[in-house]
C-alpha cells in the first residue's frame, strides 16, 4: 500500500514510460530529421527544422546555409536509400534500415507521434461520450437507464475491433475525408466508451442515495448542481482509471488496424505499420518487427502500470 503523501510506483514507472514515448514523439520532428537544428548562411543563424517542423517556408538562402548542429537521426523518415536496404543496426543506422532503405529509428520515432495521438485522441472522446451518458442513466435510472444500459449491453457484444473494422470499411465520404488519425480516434472513441459508462453509472446508483446527496438536498441544491458539483467528483476516480487503461487498449487497437490495411496510410509512419512492413522481411530483418513490438510493449505496460498506480492512490481502502 502506498503511504499518505507518496505516490505509488506503479504510477511513478508509468508515467515515466509514457512520458519519454510521448516526449520522442512531440520531438520528433527535431530528433530525426535531414534537416539541420542549426544552420549559419548569408543572413545569418537560423533552423530549417524548426521551420519545417512548424509548416514555415524554408529560408531565402536555406540552401546555401552550412549546417552546424544536426539532429540525433540525422535522415527523415520517408528518405528512400536503395544502396541500404536492410542495413542491420550499426554506425550509420543505429536501429537498421528497411525494404527500401529508410531508417527505422526515424520511422519508430516519427511513429510514436500518431500511435500515441490515435491513443490519448480516443480514451478522450470515450470519456466525452461514456461519462455524461453514464451519468444521466444513473441519475435519471428508469426508462433512461434502461436505454443506455441496453445500448451499452448492445455494444458489448461485438469485439471493438470488428466494430472498428466495420466502421472503417463502410465509412461514409465525411469520415473518410478526415485525416487518418483523427478518423481512427473518432472510431475508437465510438466504439470504446461503453466501460466509463458502466463505471460511471455504477457510481452514481451508489451515490445517489448517500448522505452526501441528502444532505445538499436538505440545502436547496438543485438536481444538475448536486450531479455534477457532488456526486460527478466522487465517480470520477473509476473513470479517470479506465481511461488509462483505454488508452493502451486504442494504442493496440490502432496498431492492429495498420497493420490490416485500414488505419494510417503510408507513408506515414505508424508502429502497426512498421510491423506490416516487417512481415515480408522478417528472415533477413529481425529488428524490422522487434523494435515496434517493443515499441507497443512499453507503451502499453506505462498505461496498465499508471492504471494501478492510480487506482492504488484514488482507492480509499488502499490508504493507511
Not at 485522441?121 to 437507464?145: E, F, N, Q, T, Y
Not at 448492445?154 to 472503417?168: E, I, Q, T, V, Y
Amino acid at each position: 500500500m502506498p503511504r499518505r503523501g507518496h505516490l505509488p510506483r506503479g504510477l511513478v514507472a508509468g508515467g515515466a514510460l509514457i512520458g519519454i514515448l510521448a516526449f520522442f514523439g512531440i520531438a520528433a520532428p527535431f530528433v530525426a530529421t535531414d534537416r539541420p537544428l542549426l544552420a549559419r548562411g548569408p543572413d545569418g543563424w537560423s533552423s530549417p527544422a524548426a521551420r519545417s517542423a512548424f509548416g514555415l517556408p524554408d529560408a531565402p538562402a536555406g540552401r546555401s546555409a552550412t549546417a552546424v548542429v544536426m539532429a540525433p537521426i540525422p535522415r527523415a523518415p520517408e528518405t528512400i536509400q536503395l544502396d541500404s536496404v536492410l542495413a542491420p543496426p550499426g554506425p550509420g543506422h543505429w536501429l537498421g534500415t528497411d525494404g527500401l532503405g529508410r531508417d527505422v529509428g526515424s520511422r519508430l520515432v516519427h511513429g510514436a507521434r500518431v500511435s500515441l495521438a490515435v491513443g490519448f485522441l480516443s480514451a478522450a472522446l470515450a470519456l466525452l461520450v461514456g461519462l455524461p451518458l453514464g451519468a444521466l442513466a444513473g441519475w435519471s435510472r428508469g426508462p433512461i437507464d434502461a436505454a443506455v444500459s441496453r445500448g451499452v449491453e448492445a455494444m458489448l457484444c461485438f469485439p471493438s475491433l470488428l466494430l472498428a473494422l466495420a466502421l472503417l470499411a463502410s465509412s461514409p465520404p465525411w469520415l473518410s475525408a478526415l485525416p487518418d488519425s483523427v478518423r481512427l480516434a473518432l472510431v475508437l472513441g465510438i466504439t470504446g466508451w461503453t466501460p466509463a459508462a458502466r463505471y460511471v453509472r455504477a457510481e452514481f446508483l451508489k451515490l445517489g442515495g448517500s448522505a452526501l446527496v441528502d444532505s445538499a438536498r436538505a440545502s436547496g441544491a438543485g438536481s444538475l448542481r448536486i450531479a455534477v458539483r457532488h456526486v460527478l467528483p466522487h465517480a470520477a476516480a473509476p473513470v479517470l482509471v479506465t481511461a488509462s487503461f483505454s488508452v493502451g487498449s486504442a494504442i493496440l487497437l490502432e496498431a492492429s488496424l495498420s497493420f490490416l490495411g485500414l488505419g494510417v496510410r503510408p507513408p506515414t509512419p505508424t508502429w502497426g505499420g512498421l510491423l506490416t512492413e516487417a512481415a515480408a522481411h522478417l528472415e533477413r530483418g529481425w529488428w524490422l518487427a522487434l523494435l515496434p513490438g517493443a515499441a507497443l510493449f512499453l507503451s502499453v505496460l506505462g498505461c496498465n502500470l499508471a492504471g494501478e498506480g492510480l487506482r492504488d492512490r484514488l482507492d480509499p481502502r488502499s490508504r493507511p
